[in-house]
């Protein structure tokens, strides 16, 4: 059991008010905020009223913003039966989804509930959450809009509903082992046993921080309790277009985590080189050109094309570190070095095996593909030595 204490922590300080967490109690409620002071006092007031004579619990915080509401809440949490933390951040790294795992990483108990501040998520649905974890064994326990006796009320507009059902069928398409059994990846309102979440694998950007979780550290067992997700109590949504954007590009993150994974995508995405490459080959040496330096020409199509779209779909979170012209330069160089080690192939396919020019290239490109895809992980994308020390900093 949790002694009662009530009162907000340091502000500003994550360290020294994560270390001053005293006897956290059977669950940690992690509560995202980005400029929500209409909101806070009431959520606190109505978890006070649900949760703690049923649960011990502590409330952490996990603030962006730029209004007053880390005061707001200092202010509501002295009237909580139980301990309120704000952990204030000056950069909002990852977004919601980073504030989450930043909360994650300084919670004790053994279980933690993720939700939102704006009373979309009915806090009196937090022990029940917990209980069915209990209950069935679950590790992860999903407030799910669409079980039955869920519904998602308060998603304004059919426009938001249509996003909304497209993102869940694409997420649960491109995951269906992972995410079998979770009927909602898409919310942001589930409890999850501490002991599962391994928080140095969580690379979370954005919204979609259940995803992350349930793609990234695998949970065993899940269990979903219905709810019915309810209209914005005061203020404005968060979520932009470019929010839209970033889960994209989560999704893709997600998707090409592991090397296999990667290689595949950049399979993939050299398939589709062939395109162009191949288009200004025939191009070429239609108009005349010999096949040798048509393939040089023709290559830098390709090389182009694959550039833009490893850039743009793969490596997404790994070009920070290199000036873009840098990562242009050494692609390019890489690309067309594979070229030279092409060349005398193709040659010898068509002088010796007498292979036509098309097929010889076709296959020269597919020998010297795992190639060229460990290279340019290695030499363009290598992850950032800096930023461990960085963030231990
Ligand atoms: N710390 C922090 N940093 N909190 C943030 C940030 C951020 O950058 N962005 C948003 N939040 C907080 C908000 O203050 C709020 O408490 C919560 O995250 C959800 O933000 P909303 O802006 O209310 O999101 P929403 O209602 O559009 O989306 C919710 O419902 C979706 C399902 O339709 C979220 O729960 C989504 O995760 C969920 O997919
Ligand atoms: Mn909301």
């Not at 269906?176 to 979370?204: C, E, H, N, Q, Y």
């Not at 005061?234 to 296999?260: D, I, N, W, Y």
């Not at 290689?263 to 025939?282: K, W």
């Amino acid at each position: 059991m949790t002694t009662p204490r009530t009162g907000a922590e340091e502000l500003g300080d994550p360290e020294l008010s994560a270390a001053s967490l005293a006897e956290p109690g059977a669950v940690t409620v992690i509560i995202p905020t980005f400029n929500e002071s209409g909101n806070v006092r009431e959520l606190l007031h109505r978890l006070t009223e649900s949760v703690p004579s049923r649960l011990p619990c502590e409330v952490v915080f996990v603030d962006d913003s730029t209004d007053d509401t880390p005061e707001v809440i200092r202010s509501a949490a002295q009237d909580c039966p139980f301990p309120v933390t704000v952990l204030h951040r000056e950069t909002p790294t990852g977004g919601l989804g980073g504030a989450v795992v930043e909360g994650i990483k300084s919670a004790g108990s053994d279980w933690i509930v993720v939700m939102d501040a704006d009373l979309q998520h009915p806090p009196a649905l937090v022990p029940e959450l917990v209980a069915s974890g209990e209950r069935s064994g679950a590790d992860l326990v999903v407030a799910s809009r669409y079980v039955r006796g869920g519904s998602r009320e308060g998603l304004a507009g059919g426009y938001r509903i249509a996003v909304s059902r497209g993102a869940t069928w694409l997420t649960k398409a491109l995951f269906p082992r992972r995410l079998r059994g979770i009927s909602d990846p898409m919310s942001g309102f589930f409890a999850i046993r501490r002991s599962v979440v391994t928080a140095d694998v969580l690379k979370p950007l954005g919204y979609k921080i259940l995803l992350e979780l349930a793609v990234r550290c695998r949970p065993e067992r899940v269990a979903e309790v219905p709810f019915v997700f309810q209209e914005r109590f005061a203020g404005e949504s968060k979520s932009t277009a470019k929010e839209g954007m970033r889960f994209l590009g989560h999704l893709v993150a997600l998707r090409t985590a592991s090397p296999a994974a990667r290689m595949l995508a950049f399979g993939l995405i050299g398939l589709t080189g062939f395109v162009p490459n191949l288009i200004g080959l025939h191009l070429l040496t239609a108009g005349g050109m010999h096949y040798l330096p048509a393939e040089i020409v023709a290559n830098q199509f390709g090389v182009v094309w694959n550039f833009l779209l490893i850039e743009v779909l793969l490596f997404r979170d790994r070009r920070g570190h290199r000036h873009w012209a840098d990562r242009v330069g050494r692609f390019a160089l890489l690309a067309n070095a594979d070229l030279l080690l092409r060349i005398p192939l193709i040659a010898l396919f068509v002088g010796w095996l007498e292979m036509a020019v098309l097929p010889a290239t076709t296959l020269a490109l597919l020998m010297t593909f795992v190639l060229r895809f460990a290279a340019t992980e290695a030499l363009v994308y290598l992850p950032r030595q800096r930023s461990r020390s960085e963030r231990t900093a």
